[in-house]
């Protein structure tokens, strides 16, 4: 049983900063790619930020739009991915997500598992 859980999300200031988390669980030796979305009210959900290739050298990838704004790390020996977010704007406003792509015994390739979501927003 994969179980993903943010947390972190809140109501903040433009310009402001927030750190989200995602624990992981049942899933640790088996996550192949993790990475971060969001959905904006209205809108398509999209690729914030990801890590790539976690059972090689990972590789990271973020959205043009957050580059040199957010910054996604990892605490593996807790399973955590976090997802750092400096100069908030409101364009920023959303539900995030965490996503993992989990190798399954049986199965060839990879399954996607998805958190809850937790909620962020940006005033003005």
């Known amino acids: 049983q994969v179980l993903l859980v943010e947390s972190g999300g809140g109501l903040v200031q433009a310009g402001g900063s927030l750190r989200l988390s995602c624990a992981a669980s049942g899933s640790a030796d088996r996550t192949e790619d993790m990475g971060w979305y969001r959905q904006a009210p209205g809108k398509q959900r999209e690729l914030v930020a990801e890590?790539?290739?976690?059972?090689?050298?990972?590789?990271?990838n973020y959205v043009d739009s957050v580059k040199g704004r957010f910054t996604i790390s990892r605490d593996s020996a807790k399973n955590t991915m976090f997802l750092e977010m400096n100069e908030l704007g409101t364009e920023d406003t959303g539900v995030y997500y965490c996503?993992?792509?989990?190798?399954?015994?049986?199965?060839?390739?990879?399954?996607?598992?998805w958190g809850q979501g937790t909620q962020v927003t940006v005033s003005s």
């Open positions: 890590y790539i290739g976690l059972s090689r050298t990972p590789v990271t």
């Open positions: 996503k993992a792509e989990v190798r399954v015994p049986g199965y060839t390739g990879t399954l996607p598992y």
